[in-house]
């Protein structure tokens, strides 16, 4: 009968190959958001301080954590051969006159940062320790946005304005593809700890603390330390009626993959799921 129905045929035989090509598509989004590839090298060894979930008596907060809270709770673990201290990234207005402007995306980062990842600098060099701790106004930028900003001018050395405040162009890195998600953004500058006035400074604010493990074995033994630690601190904690709720730190990946938000235990589970969904 489909002899006598040829678009029909057609039609039937296109869907059949779209649907394949789509599952193909799916799948090899979902491997490559895990197998270890530059600039995100150390995937299966990534380590990420995801936030704190602190309940009182009268009530609970979920935040990301402070630089005090990070000192704490990840400082010296052993087994974790880097530790980048990190802000969140955020959408800002970037130009190079500091009148015209457009948004691109901007990350915090410490020095160590550049050690983890392998970004390629197309010319300059990433900013320094010394920089950092001094919260020098300077910034790195990708190759298509400098080219933006800049046009076919050298961008290193340049001055582009970040929300209206000037930054010095330390250096260009090749494009990052957004599937890198530790690893992408636009433009880089140093990361700032949050004001020691922030009533919750002890253990909230605004730092995301990435890590990278001596090896995968070791990644058990880190999470058992943290655990320790916070067993440590709730001891602390007891006679302020506040406990740090343990839910299984630091992440790995898949965990972060797998659960986006701080009050919940990682469900790496989900992403497998997804995986058999997909095939």
Known sequence: EMHHQPLVMWISV???????????????VDRVSFVPVTPEENRDRLLVGF??????????????????????????????????????????????????????????????????FGLRFLSGHPFTASEVESGSRVAVISRSRARELFGDKEATGQTMYINQIPHRVTGVVEDI??????????????????????????????????MEAESVDAIPAIKQQMKDRYDHF??????????????????????????????????????????????
Do not use: C
């Open 14 to 28: 296109a869907g059949t190959a779209l649907a394949i090509f789509m599952v193909m598509v799916l799948f090899t």
């Open 51 to 116: 936030g704190i979930d602190v309940h009182f008596e009268n009530g609970s907060m979920s935040s990301y954590l402070s630089n005090s809270g990070v000192r704490k709770l990840y400082e010296d673990l052993k087994g974790v051969k880097y530790m980048s201290l990190t802000n969140n990234s955020e959408t800002k207005d970037v130009g190079s006159d500091g009148l015209s402007v457009t948004e691109m995306s901007v990350l915090g980062v410490d020095d160590v940062y550049w050690k983890m």
């Open 177 to 210: 593809s957004p599937f890198f998600i530790f690893a992408h953004s636009d433009v880089w500058v140093p990361y700032v700890k949050e004001s020691d006035l922030n009533p919750y400074s002890e253990f909230a604010g605004n730092t995301t603390p990435l």
């Open 234 to 279: 709730n001891r602390i904690l007891k006679g302020q009626n506040a406990e740090l709720i343990y839910h299984q730190y630091p992440f790995t990946l898949a965990d972060y993959v797998g659960n986006r938000a701080m009050n919940n235990d990682p469900e790496p589970d989900s992403v497998k799921m997804g995986t058999w969904y997909i095939y």
